[in-house]
T-cell receptor, first 112, second 114 residues
Framework: GNSVTQMEGPVTLSEEAFLTINCTYT??????LFWYVQYPGEGLQLLLK?????DKGSNKGFEATYRKETTSFHLEKGSVQVSDSAVYFC???????????FGAGTRLFVKA | NAGVTQTPKFQVLKTGQSMTLQCAQD?????MYWYRQDPGMGLRLIYY???????DKGEVPNGYNVSRLNKREFSLRLESAAPSQTSVYFC?????????????FGEGSRLTVL
């Protein structure tokens, strides 16, 4: 079946550090891939997405590239801010499907 | 813009009590979902409604029922609450299957079952 595996947290970084959160997936066909972010006390919101191989999603300085050969969709940001402290979820949705499968989430703490 | 609205935001129940979580979206989306979020387990799909008039089970449907009241509203009912149902519940919506698939979430409902 379809599944998403992401690195365990928490991840603690100092402001302006480089961020990588690893995400790998198992799926048949060509799913769409997503990163969602959840700020404290809020629901999830879409951060970025990619719908086909080699696509790069980007938003708010975050980037992720859809790598079909390694079945990965790692999240990166060159310089994190305190305001980036949140929980990040990697997710996939099969093409033409209704269900989105989420990873367990990675909590990020950024220290000033 | 309201987006996806859930009520109530907080609820405490005793074991065996029943309750309904309400969800409404104003984006004219076809598909609606109920997820639960538990520490270390991400989000797990309870039930979903691909379109008005249809509902289907997700990963963890036991102990829950749903109703797609109309295109806007999708409710989740716990008939006899159990401590294992203590969780944060999220309603979400999306346009439908044949699109980018982005989910729009409500702010969540925190449920405690004693």
């Amino acid at each position: 079946g379809n599944s998403v595996t992401q690195m365990e947290g928490p991840v603690t970084l100092s402001e302006e550090a480089f961020l990588t959160i690893n995400c790998t997936y198992t799926a048949t066909g060509y799913p769409s891939l997503f990163w969602y972010v959840q700020y404290p006390g809020e629901g999830l919101q879409l951060l970025l997405k990619a719908t086909k191989a080699d696509d790069k999603g980007s938003n708010k300085g975050f980037e992720a590239t859809y790598r079909k050969e390694t079945t990965s969709f790692h999240l990166e940001k060159g310089s994190v801010q305190v305001s980036d402290s949140a929980v990040y979820f990697c997710a996939l949705r099969r093409a033409g499907g209704f269900k989105t499968i989420f990873g367990a989430g990675t909590r990020l703490f950024v220290k000033a | 813009n309201a987006g996806v609205t859930q009520t109530p935001k907080f609820q405490v129940l005793k074991t065996g009590q029943s309750m309904t979580l309400q969800c409404a979206q104003d984006m004219n989306h076809n598909s609606m979902y109920w997820y639960r979020q538990d520490p270390g387990m991400g989000l797990r799909l309870i039930y979903y409604s691909a379109s008005e008039g249809t509902t289907d089970k997700g990963e963890v449907p036991n102990g829950y029922n749903v109703s797609r009241l109309n295109k806007r509203e999708f409710s989740l009912r716990l008939e006899s609450a159990a401590p294992s149902q203590t969780s944060v519940y999220f309603c979400a919506s999306s346009e439908g299957a044949f699109n980018t698939g982005e989910l729009f979430f409500g702010e969540g409902s925190r449920l405690t079952v004693l």
